[in-house]
């Protein structure tokens, strides 16, 4: 792997870890919220779980590729990652 190679998935280990602590921000204000307020919050919640585990399964899987098909899978991994970015800017309810 490149060294540039290794940059690119470092900047990705670092979004998952931003977007992480938005996860978490987000659970502790759905905590402080009456039950009717919370069901915005939860699914908005389980969204962005949802999409942070597939984050962590697509970036695992790009660190497993072998170099013949990195363009491949980093191709791949930035339309992902696109559609999980639009996920997490969306203001929650």
Not at 73 to 91: L, M, N, Q
Request: a positive charge; aromatic letters at 8%; glycine letters at 4%.
């Amino acid at each position: 792997m490149t060294h540039k190679d290794e940059s690119y998935l470092a900047k990705l280990e670092n979004q998952i870890e931003e977007w992480r602590g938005k996860v978490d921000a987000l659970a502790l204000k759905a905590e402080r919220l009456t039950a009717d307020a919370r069901r915005s919050y939860d699914k908005a919640l389980e969204e962005r779980k949802a999409k942070l585990a597939a984050a962590r399964q697509r970036l695992d899987a790009l660190r497993a590729i072998g170099s013949d098909k990195w363009e491949e899978g980093k191709a791949t991994v930035e339309s992902f990652w696109k559609e999980a970015k639009a996920v997490f800017e969306k203001p929650v309810p």
